[in-house]
C-alpha cells in the first residue's frame, strides 16, 4: 500500500502538469463535452468521425490538436481515480491490520468530486471559479495521497523516532503559518491561471514600467462572483483586472520567501540532532528553484516548458512543506511539549 500511496502521489504530479499542459495550450474546451471527446472515447480522427462529431457540436468544430491535451489530461485522471479506490480497497480489506482506513476513504470521496469540478470546468465553459477549485483541488488530492504515503511508510519500516533539539517545539506554529503562506500563494496562482492574468505584467521588477501600476482594479479582479461568459476561453477581465490579479500574485511570493528565508535560518540554527537538515534543505531548494521558474516565466514571456515546470514546483514547494511539518511533528521533544501544556490545561481546569 506504501507502494502504490507513493505510486498515486507521483500520479497526481503529473496530472496537474498535465491540467497545466492544457490550459497552457488553450485546449482547456478541447472537447466540448465530458466524460468523451465528442461523443467519442478518443479525439475523433478519421473523416467520418469529424463528421459526424461536427454535426454534433456544430458551434466548437474539431480542433484534433487541442483535442488530444484535453484527452491525455483525462485519461491520466482517470488511471488516478482507479489507483485511489484500489487504495480505498486496500484498506477497507486490511483495517484489522492497523493501515489508515479513514483517510483513503476521504481521498476517494475527494476524487469524486474532483472528478466533477473537472466535468464543470468544461460544462460551464471554463467559469474561472470552477478553474481554480479545480486546480486548488488537484493540489489537495496530492497533499492526502502525500500525507497517506508518508504514514503508510512510517508504519511499514517502522522507523525509530529522531532526536530533538530543546528548541525547536516552539517553530510548530510557524510553519503551522507558513504552509498556510503557500496555500494561499498557490490559491493566488490559481486564480491568475483561470483568468490568463500571468502575461499582464511583462517586466521586472516593476510591471509595466511602473512599481504600482496606476488604475489596478482590484475589486473587479477579485469578483469572485463575476459571470461576464458565456464562454471564459482566454479570460474575460479587465487588463486593469488582470494587473491587479498579477500585482497580488508577486506580492504573495515577495511574503513567503521572507517568511521562509527567516523560518528556515532560524530552524537550522536550532536544528541540533533533530535530522531535520535534508528537509530544511529541501524546503530551501525548491522554494529558490519555484521563485527563479517565476522569474523566468516573466523574463521569457510564458515559455511553455517553464510554465508548466512552474505548476510542478508550486506542488513541490507544497510537499516540501508538508514534509516538513510532518517529521516535526515526529520529534519526541515536540509531542513531550504538546503532552505537558495539555496535562497542565487538564489540571488548572479540574481544579
Given at each position: ?28 474546451l478541447g472537447c466540448p463535452d465530458w466524460p468523451g471527446c465528442y461523443g467519442f472515447l478518443t479525439v475523433p480522427q478519421s473523416e467520418s468521425s ?63 468530486l474532483q472528478g466533477a469540478f473537472g466535468m464543470w470546468t468544461v460544462t460551464l465553459k471554463l467559469w474561472p471559479q470552477v478553474v481554480a477549485l ?17 504514514r503508510l511508510w512510517r508504519k511499514a519500516r517502522a522507523l525509530p523516532r529522531p532526536v530533538t533539539a530543546p528548541g525547536l517545539a516552539r517553530f ?180
Open positions: 500500500m506504501a507502494r502504490w500511496a507513493t505510486f498515486a502521489a507521483c500520479l497526481a504530479v503529473v496530472v496537474i502538469m498535465l491540467g497545466a499542459w492544457t490550459r497552457l495550450v488553450h485546449a482547456g469529424i463528421a459526424i462529431a461536427n454535426a454534433r457540436f456544430p458551434e466548437t468544430p474539431v480542433d484534433v490538436e487541442k483535442g488530444w491535451p484535453e484527452m491525455i489530461h483525462r485519461y491520466a485522471a482517470g488511471t488516478l481515480g482507479l489507483v485511489v479506490f484500489g487504495l480505498a480497497a486496500l484498506a477497507v480489506r486490511h483495517r484489522k491490520t492497523g493501515v489508515p482506513v479513514r483517510l483513503p476513504l476521504f481521498i476517494a470521496g475527494f476524487i469524486v479545480h486546480l486548488l483541488g488537484g493540489f489537495t488530492t496530492l497533499s492526502l495521497l502525500t500525507l497517506l504515503s508518508l510548530r506554529p510557524w510553519l503551522y503559518g507558513g504552509l498556510l503562506l503557500v496555500v494561499l500563494q498557490i490559491a493566488l496562482g490559481a486564480w491568475t491561471a483561470a483568468n490568463y492574468a500571468a502575461v499582464a505584467c511583462t517586466d521586472l521588477p516593476t510591471c509595466q514600467g511602473q512599481w504600482w501600476p496606476e488604475g489596478m482594479d482590484f475589486r473587479h479582479g477579485f469578483d469572485v462572483a463575476q459571470h461576464v461568459g458565456p464562454n471564459y476561453l482566454g479570460g474575460q477581465l479587465t487588463a486593469d483586472g488582470r494587473v491587479a490579479i498579477h500585482v497580488t500574485h508577486r506580492l504573495g511570493a515577495m511574503v513567503v520567501l521572507a517568511w521562509f528565508t527567516v523560518l528556515l535560518a532560524l530552524m537550522w540554527q536550532r536544528r541540533g540532532a533533530s535530522g531535520l537538515d535534508r528537509s530544511i534543505i529541501l524546503v530551501a531548494a525548491v522554494l529558490a528553484a519555484q521563485i527563479a521558474l517565476g522569474l523566468a516565466n516573466v523574463l521569457l514571456h510564458i515559455p511553455l516548458s517553464i510554465a508548466v515546470a512552474h505548476n510542478a514546483m508550486g506542488a513541490g514547494l507544497l510537499l516540501a512543506v508538508i514534509h516538513l511539518v510532518w517529521r516535526h511533528h515526529l520529534l519526541p521533544g515536540t509531542q513531550t511539549t504538546n503532552a505537558t501544556q495539555t496535562t497542565t490545561i487538564n489540571r488548572e481546569v479540574t481544579a
